[in-house]
């Protein structure tokens, strides 16, 4: 079965960087387009990055592109979100996503914390 597992995620300063992965199973990974989604308390859960099978195109939110990078690793099914230049607004559980046959699949999530 699908499964996606994040992990990363931390206490970070402002200013600060982060690296979290998703490591994927179940699926042939090197097929399907893999995106993050960003979720804060009391607010409704946002796309951040996504990335093509191929990894020839990225998107990304208005609010991380320049300081956020989604790449990928198809040899070992993992998709990567480095997070530079972290701000307070950036705290969320982070989750990575995958849409297969008209169905989404999330990972548990993992939390990211930017606080001084």
């Known amino acids: 079965q699908v499964q996606l597992v994040e992990s990363g995620g931390g206490l970070v300063q402002p200013g600060g960087s982060l690296r979290l992965s998703c490591a994927a199973s179940g699926f042939a990974f090197y097929s399907y387009t893999m995106s993050w989604y960003r979720q804060a308390p009391g607010k409704e859960r946002d796309m951040v990055a996504s990335?093509?099978?191929?990894?020839?195109?990225?998107n990304y939110a208005d609010s991380v592109k320049g300081r956020f990078t989604i790449s990928r690793d198809n040899a070992k099914n993992t998709v990567y979100l480095q997070m530079n230049s972290l701000k307070p607004e950036d705290t969320a559980v982070y989750y990575c996503?995958?849409?297969?046959?008209?169905?989404?699949?999330w990972g548990q999530g993992t939390q990211v914390t930017v606080s001084s």
């Open positions: 996503r995958v849409y297969i046959s008209s169905r989404g699949f």
């Open positions: 990335i093509t099978a191929s990894g020839g195109i990225t």
